[in-house]
């Protein structure tokens, strides 16, 4: 079991910044990919971006690649997503995730998910 907590949600101006945390205890948690996902109004969940625990190794989405950066925390065990240059269209409740897959931008691959923060970004 994995439990996963996000934090660092909020409003913000268009061009802001914030930074987002997930804090991560339970079962060999350390052997689990993480991830970030955000999920708009009336929309599915979409990929944001992914970090390993035992490498750092990260991959984030191609159209937010460049403004969002993911990493990890070890001592904290915490994963973190800073977000920069952010638009009204990054407006969504943004979720962390565990996974021990491989397909790391596909929602179904992860089995845990946290209760996720909101993030608004106001134009």
């Known amino acids: 079991q994995v439990q996963l907590v996000e934090s660092g949600g909020g409003l913000v101006q268009a061009g802001d910044s914030l930074k987002l945390s997930c804090a991560v205890s339970?079962?060999?948690?350390?052997?689990?990919?993480m991830g970030w996902f955000r999920q708009a109004p009336g929309k599915a969940r979409e990929f944001v971006a992914t970090?390993?625990?035992?490498?750092?190794?990260?991959y984030v989405a191609d159209f937010l690649r460049g403004r969002f950066t993911i990493s990890r925390d070890n001592a904290n065990n915490t994963i973190s997503l800073q977000m920069d240059s952010l638009e009204p269209e990054d407006t969504a409740v943004y979720y962390c995730?565990?996974?021990?897959?491989?397909?790391?931008?596909?929602?179904?691959?992860?089995?845990?998910w946290g209760p996720g923060t909101q993030v608004t970004v106001a134009s």
């Open positions: 995730a565990a996974t021990r897959g491989v397909r790391l931008s596909s929602d179904s691959t992860y089995d845990y």
């Open positions: 339970g079962r060999s948690f350390d052997r689990y990919h």
């Open positions: 970090i390993s625990w035992t490498t750092g190794n990260t």
